[in-house]
Protein backbone atom coordinates (compact mmCIF):
# COMPACT_ATOMS: atom_id res chain seq x y z
CA UNK A 1 0.00 0.00 0.00
CA UNK A 2 1.69 3.51 -0.84
CA UNK A 3 1.81 5.88 2.01
CA UNK A 4 4.27 8.47 1.44
CA UNK A 5 5.99 10.69 -1.08
CA UNK A 6 9.45 12.04 -0.91
CA UNK A 7 10.61 15.96 -1.35
CA UNK A 8 14.24 15.83 -1.89
CA UNK A 9 16.69 19.25 -1.93
CA UNK A 10 20.01 18.40 -2.77
CA UNK A 11 22.03 21.46 -2.07
CA UNK A 12 26.13 22.04 -1.96
CA UNK A 13 26.15 22.06 1.77
CA UNK A 14 23.12 20.00 2.87
CA UNK A 15 20.43 17.34 1.70
CA UNK A 16 16.91 18.14 2.99
CA UNK A 17 14.47 15.25 3.25
CA UNK A 18 10.65 16.42 2.98
CA UNK A 19 8.58 13.11 4.00
CA UNK A 20 4.81 13.16 3.22
CA UNK A 21 1.73 11.57 2.77
CA UNK A 22 -0.54 11.33 -0.71
CA UNK A 23 -2.25 14.45 0.15
CA UNK A 24 1.13 16.17 -0.17
CA UNK A 25 0.94 17.02 3.69
CA UNK A 26 4.68 17.41 5.29
CA UNK A 27 4.73 14.89 7.74
CA UNK A 28 8.44 15.13 8.70
CA UNK A 29 11.26 16.78 7.56
CA UNK A 30 15.27 16.52 8.30
CA UNK A 31 18.60 16.55 6.51
CA UNK A 32 21.85 15.42 6.57
CA UNK A 33 25.46 17.27 4.72
CA UNK A 34 26.42 17.26 1.47
CA UNK A 35 29.72 14.81 0.82
CA UNK A 36 30.94 16.67 -2.12
CA UNK A 37 34.44 14.83 -2.10
CA UNK A 38 35.21 12.31 -4.70
CA UNK A 39 33.31 14.24 -6.98
CA UNK A 40 30.14 13.38 -5.03
CA UNK A 41 30.14 10.11 -5.84
CA UNK A 42 28.75 9.60 -1.85
CA UNK A 43 26.03 11.78 -2.18
CA UNK A 44 23.90 8.66 -3.21
CA UNK A 45 24.71 6.26 -1.11
CA UNK A 46 23.87 9.03 1.33
CA UNK A 47 20.61 9.88 0.23
CA UNK A 48 19.31 6.21 0.11
CA UNK A 49 20.41 5.22 3.60
CA UNK A 50 18.54 8.17 4.47
CA UNK A 51 15.59 6.90 3.03
CA UNK A 52 15.85 3.23 4.23
CA UNK A 53 16.38 4.50 7.82
CA UNK A 54 13.08 6.83 7.55
CA UNK A 55 11.18 4.48 5.48
CA UNK A 56 12.22 0.96 5.66
CA UNK A 57 9.09 -0.41 3.22
CA UNK A 58 10.16 1.08 0.33
CA UNK A 59 7.20 -0.09 -1.05
CA UNK A 60 5.24 2.14 0.81
CA UNK A 61 6.56 5.10 -1.35
CA UNK A 62 4.58 6.27 -4.11
CA UNK A 63 7.87 8.40 -5.69
CA UNK A 64 10.55 10.60 -4.93
CA UNK A 65 11.23 14.12 -6.52
CA UNK A 66 14.37 15.89 -6.54
CA UNK A 67 15.75 19.48 -6.80
CA UNK A 68 19.60 19.72 -7.66
CA UNK A 69 21.48 22.73 -7.95
CA UNK A 70 22.38 22.80 -11.97
CA UNK A 71 20.72 22.81 -14.95
CA UNK A 72 18.14 19.80 -15.51
CA UNK A 73 16.70 18.24 -18.93
CA UNK A 74 14.00 15.49 -18.50
CA UNK A 75 15.52 14.59 -14.91
CA UNK A 76 19.12 14.56 -16.79
CA UNK A 77 21.88 16.29 -14.92
CA UNK A 78 24.25 16.81 -17.21
CA UNK A 79 26.57 19.14 -15.13
CA UNK A 80 25.86 20.35 -11.08
CA UNK A 81 28.91 22.09 -10.29
CA UNK A 82 28.06 22.60 -6.89
CA UNK A 83 28.21 19.22 -6.09
CA UNK A 84 31.08 18.00 -9.14
CA UNK A 85 28.68 16.01 -10.52
CA UNK A 86 28.75 15.72 -14.43
CA UNK A 87 26.15 13.65 -17.03
CA UNK A 88 24.33 12.26 -13.86
CA UNK A 89 21.14 10.32 -14.93
CA UNK A 90 19.37 10.01 -10.91
CA UNK A 91 16.30 8.20 -11.69
CA UNK A 92 18.65 5.53 -13.68
CA UNK A 93 20.56 5.55 -10.79
CA UNK A 94 17.94 5.31 -7.82
CA UNK A 95 15.28 2.99 -9.64
CA UNK A 96 16.75 -0.56 -9.04
CA UNK A 97 17.89 0.63 -5.60
CA UNK A 98 15.09 1.98 -4.21
CA UNK A 99 12.40 -0.54 -6.33
CA UNK A 100 10.52 2.70 -8.03
CA UNK A 101 9.99 4.37 -11.61
CA UNK A 102 8.34 7.41 -10.43
CA UNK A 103 11.54 9.32 -9.54
CA UNK A 104 11.53 12.82 -10.66
CA UNK A 105 14.46 15.48 -10.93
CA UNK A 106 14.25 19.79 -11.25
CA UNK A 107 16.91 22.47 -10.76
CA UNK A 108 16.36 23.41 -7.17
CA UNK A 109 15.09 27.15 -8.15
CA UNK A 110 12.72 25.97 -10.71
CA UNK A 111 11.41 22.85 -7.74
CA UNK A 112 11.77 25.85 -4.74
CA UNK A 113 9.32 27.84 -7.39
CA UNK A 114 7.16 25.39 -8.09
CA UNK A 115 6.73 24.89 -4.10
CA UNK A 116 5.85 28.66 -3.95
CA UNK A 117 3.27 28.64 -6.72
CA UNK A 118 1.28 25.48 -5.02
CA UNK A 119 1.14 25.83 -1.40
CA UNK A 120 3.39 29.08 -0.63
CA UNK A 121 3.35 32.48 -1.98
CA UNK A 122 1.56 31.42 -5.12
CA UNK A 123 -1.29 30.21 -3.51
CA UNK A 124 -1.84 27.58 -6.02
CA UNK A 125 -1.83 29.74 -8.98
CA UNK A 126 -0.51 27.79 -12.40
CA UNK A 127 1.33 30.53 -13.63
CA UNK A 128 4.03 31.94 -11.33
CA UNK A 129 8.13 33.13 -11.43
CA UNK A 130 10.02 33.52 -8.14
CA UNK A 131 13.38 35.50 -8.37
CA UNK A 132 15.61 34.27 -5.17
CA UNK A 133 18.11 36.69 -3.78
CA UNK A 134 20.86 35.12 -1.64
CA UNK A 135 24.64 35.21 -2.25
CA UNK A 136 23.68 34.82 -5.97
CA UNK A 137 20.44 34.73 -8.05
CA UNK A 138 18.23 32.16 -8.69
CA UNK A 139 14.86 32.11 -11.12
CA UNK A 140 12.20 29.36 -11.64
CA UNK A 141 9.66 29.69 -13.70
CA UNK A 142 6.33 27.78 -14.14
CA UNK A 143 4.18 28.19 -16.93
CA UNK A 144 0.98 26.06 -16.62
CA UNK A 145 1.43 24.17 -13.68
CA UNK A 146 4.68 22.80 -15.34
CA UNK A 147 8.36 23.47 -15.07
CA UNK A 148 9.98 26.24 -17.91
CA UNK A 149 13.13 24.54 -18.25
CA UNK A 150 14.03 25.23 -22.20
CA UNK A 151 16.44 23.55 -25.07
CA UNK A 152 19.05 22.78 -22.72
CA UNK A 153 17.80 23.64 -18.58
CA UNK A 154 18.77 26.89 -18.69
CA UNK A 155 15.21 29.02 -19.27
CA UNK A 156 14.68 31.92 -16.83
CA UNK A 157 18.32 32.18 -15.60
CA UNK A 158 17.28 35.85 -14.93
CA UNK A 159 19.96 36.36 -12.64
CA UNK A 160 22.04 36.73 -15.66
CA UNK A 161 20.59 39.06 -17.92
CA UNK A 162 22.85 41.84 -18.21
CA UNK A 163 20.95 44.99 -16.20
CA UNK A 164 24.21 47.13 -14.64
CA UNK A 165 25.39 48.70 -18.10
CA UNK A 166 26.81 51.93 -16.37
CA UNK A 167 29.31 50.48 -14.24
CA UNK A 168 29.88 46.92 -15.13
CA UNK A 169 31.45 44.39 -12.25
CA UNK A 170 32.51 40.73 -13.31
CA UNK A 171 29.95 38.28 -12.35
CA UNK A 172 30.79 34.44 -11.78
CA UNK A 173 29.66 33.30 -14.83
CA UNK A 174 32.34 35.00 -16.12
CA UNK A 175 30.03 38.16 -18.48
CA UNK A 176 30.00 41.92 -16.92
CA UNK A 177 26.68 43.25 -15.50
CA UNK A 178 24.69 40.57 -14.65
CA UNK A 179 21.58 40.85 -11.79
CA UNK A 180 23.28 38.69 -9.74
CA UNK A 181 25.91 41.23 -9.25
CA UNK A 182 24.23 43.89 -8.38
CA UNK A 183 20.90 42.38 -6.42
CA UNK A 184 21.90 39.39 -4.21
CA UNK A 185 23.68 40.21 -1.24
CA UNK A 186 26.63 40.65 -2.24
CA UNK A 187 25.13 42.74 -5.21
CA UNK A 188 24.00 44.84 -2.71
CA UNK A 189 27.48 46.02 -1.11
CA UNK A 190 28.98 45.76 -4.30
CA UNK A 191 26.66 48.94 -5.19
CA UNK A 192 27.46 50.41 -1.59
CA UNK A 193 31.17 50.26 -2.25
CA UNK A 194 30.68 52.30 -5.53
CA UNK A 195 28.35 55.25 -4.05
CA UNK A 196 29.62 55.62 -0.47
CA UNK A 197 32.85 57.22 -2.33
CA UNK A 198 30.77 60.12 -3.98
CA UNK A 199 28.36 59.89 -0.82
CA UNK A 200 28.13 64.22 1.01
CA UNK A 201 27.52 63.55 4.79
CA UNK A 202 27.51 61.11 6.91
CA UNK A 203 25.93 57.78 7.02
CA UNK A 204 25.47 55.22 9.93
CA UNK A 205 27.12 52.66 7.42
CA UNK A 206 30.51 54.23 7.48
CA UNK A 207 30.15 53.28 11.38
CA UNK A 208 31.12 49.72 9.85
CA UNK A 209 33.97 48.60 7.82
CA UNK A 210 31.71 46.06 6.06
CA UNK A 211 28.46 46.52 6.36
CA UNK A 212 26.30 43.27 5.31
CA UNK A 213 22.99 43.81 3.05
CA UNK A 214 20.95 43.33 6.12
CA UNK A 215 22.82 46.29 7.54
CA UNK A 216 22.42 48.40 4.42
CA UNK A 217 18.26 47.75 4.86
CA UNK A 218 18.10 48.06 8.51
CA UNK A 219 20.21 51.79 7.83
CA UNK A 220 17.46 52.37 4.63
CA UNK A 221 14.44 51.75 7.18
CA UNK A 222 15.94 54.04 9.64
CA UNK A 223 16.24 56.89 6.95
CA UNK A 224 19.77 56.64 5.83
CA UNK A 225 20.21 58.40 2.96
CA UNK A 226 23.20 56.63 1.08
CA UNK A 227 21.77 53.03 2.56
CA UNK A 228 18.01 54.42 0.83
CA UNK A 229 19.92 55.30 -2.76
CA UNK A 230 21.70 51.81 -2.75
CA UNK A 231 18.38 49.83 -2.07
CA UNK A 232 16.47 52.37 -4.30
CA UNK A 233 19.31 50.99 -7.29
CA UNK A 234 19.05 47.51 -6.58
CA UNK A 235 15.06 47.55 -6.74
CA UNK A 236 15.40 49.33 -10.03
CA UNK A 237 17.40 46.44 -11.00
CA UNK A 238 15.24 43.64 -9.37
CA UNK A 239 12.02 45.84 -11.22
CA UNK A 240 13.16 45.86 -14.52
CA UNK A 241 14.40 41.85 -13.97
CA UNK A 242 10.65 41.35 -13.32
CA UNK A 243 8.95 43.14 -16.36
CA UNK A 244 11.24 41.28 -18.59
CA UNK A 245 9.64 38.19 -16.72
CA UNK A 246 6.30 40.04 -17.12
CA UNK A 247 6.51 40.15 -20.82
CA UNK A 248 8.07 36.77 -21.14
CA UNK A 249 5.63 34.34 -19.42
CA UNK A 250 3.36 36.57 -18.06
CA UNK A 251 3.15 35.56 -14.51
CA UNK A 252 0.07 35.81 -12.08
CA UNK A 253 2.84 36.60 -9.51
CA UNK A 254 6.65 37.07 -9.11
CA UNK A 255 7.80 35.63 -5.72
CA UNK A 256 10.36 37.00 -4.11
CA UNK A 257 12.66 34.86 -2.04
CA UNK A 258 16.09 34.39 -0.80
CA UNK A 259 17.99 36.22 2.37
CA UNK A 260 17.54 39.74 1.21
CA UNK A 261 13.64 39.60 0.45
CA UNK A 262 13.64 39.42 4.32
CA UNK A 263 13.83 43.08 3.99
CA UNK A 264 10.13 42.81 3.60
CA UNK A 265 7.49 44.94 2.31
CA UNK A 266 10.07 47.41 2.54
CA UNK A 267 12.09 46.09 -1.00
CA UNK A 268 8.63 44.54 -2.68
CA UNK A 269 6.73 48.10 -2.58
CA UNK A 270 9.61 49.39 -4.39
CA UNK A 271 10.69 47.04 -6.49
CA UNK A 272 6.41 46.64 -7.85
CA UNK A 273 6.58 50.36 -8.05
CA UNK A 274 9.46 50.07 -10.44
CA UNK A 275 7.54 46.64 -12.20
CA UNK A 276 4.45 48.70 -12.56
CA UNK A 277 5.88 51.77 -14.17
CA UNK A 278 7.89 49.87 -16.45
CA UNK A 279 5.65 46.81 -17.28
CA UNK A 280 3.65 46.23 -20.62
CA UNK A 281 -0.52 47.33 -19.79
CA UNK A 282 -1.55 43.56 -19.85
CA UNK A 283 0.78 42.61 -17.67
CA UNK A 284 0.80 45.52 -14.77
CA UNK A 285 -1.45 43.78 -12.53
CA UNK A 286 1.22 40.43 -11.98
CA UNK A 287 1.80 40.97 -8.07
CA UNK A 288 4.95 40.73 -6.36
CA UNK A 289 4.97 39.32 -3.31
CA UNK A 290 7.79 37.72 -0.68
CA UNK A 291 7.98 34.01 -0.06
CA UNK A 292 6.57 32.41 2.48
CA UNK A 293 7.54 28.98 2.83
CA UNK A 294 11.68 29.64 3.31
CA UNK A 295 13.64 26.83 3.17
CA UNK A 296 10.94 24.38 2.95
CA UNK A 297 9.96 25.51 -0.55
CA UNK A 298 12.39 23.12 -2.22
CA UNK A 299 11.14 19.85 -0.07
CA UNK A 300 7.39 21.35 -1.35
CA UNK A 301 8.24 21.74 -4.97
CA UNK A 302 10.35 18.26 -5.40
CA UNK A 303 7.21 16.09 -4.00
CA UNK A 304 5.03 18.28 -6.54
CA UNK A 305 7.38 16.92 -9.17
CA UNK A 306 5.65 13.49 -8.19
CA UNK A 307 2.31 14.60 -8.39
CA UNK A 308 3.20 16.41 -12.23
CA UNK A 309 5.05 13.59 -13.87
CA UNK A 310 3.91 10.48 -11.89
Request: aromatic fraction near 8%; include cysteine.
Amino acid sequence: MKRYIYGIDIGGTSIKFGLFDLDFKLIDKWETPTDKTDAGVHIIDDIVTAIETHTPKLDEVLGYGFGVPGPVVKHYIPVCVNLGWKDVDLPGMLKERLNNDNIFVGNDANVACLGEAFIGAGHGRKNVAMITLGTGVGTGIVVDGHILEGHNGSAGEIGHLTVAHDYPIVCNCGKTGCLETVASATGIRNIYNRRKGDHIGHSVLFDTPFPTAKEIFDAAKDGDLLALEVVDEAADYIGYACHVIGITTNPSVIVIGGGVSKAGDFLIRRIQSVYRNLAFKASVDTKIVAATLGNDAGIHGAAELVKIYG
